[in-house]
């Protein structure tokens, strides 16, 4: 687990995600708690247990702040991994939050041995939340962004 200063009270602690954050991360996506269907929560815990996958959660007096899902790929360019970030979404627009998500998610990739961390899509479709990309280092490359980790 790290600890991460935070501009809130409390400490912001940021972890891998658990089966069992489920309902709390389906409040944080959808703004409100809903219901899920069983193929919702199956397609969460394939998620939560996937190696190949980087989904953390940064928490703060035990509730779920923010989560980031990195999907780590092998190309037949390159050697090694690619890192795709899928999702970085602070709660309540906490760019504090989301700044520390980015930083951890290009720690995570340099680790892994990445020299890049991609993201496909530019817009953020998480609830209109955007997450501050560019100030975090990313650059547009073609129709995707790119951010160097190693």
Request: charged share 25%.
């Amino acid at each position: 687990m790290v600890d991460m200063p935070s501009m809130c009270e409390g400490e912001v602690k940021i972890r891998r995600g658990k089966r069992t954050d489920f309902p709390a991360l389906m409040a944080l996506l959808a703004g409100s708690p809903e219901e899920a269907s069983k193929g919702q929560m199956r397609h969460w815990r394939r998620l939560a247990s996937d190696p190949g996958l980087d989904f953390y959660v940064a928490e703060q007096q035990g509730t779920i702040q923010g989560i980031v899902l990195v999907c780590y790929i092998r190309d037949l360019r390159c050697p090694g991994w690619q890192a795709i970030l899928d999702v970085v979404v602070p709660a309540a627009d906490d760019y504090g939050i989301a700044r520390a998500l980015l930083a951890f998610a290009k720690a995570r990739a340099r680790q892994r041995g990445c020299q890049r961390l991609l993201v496909c899509e530019i817009e953020s479709k998480d609830n209109g939340r955007a997450v501050p990309l560019v100030s975090a280092g990313f650059r547009p490359i073609g129709e995707v962004l790119s951010c160097e980790v190693a």
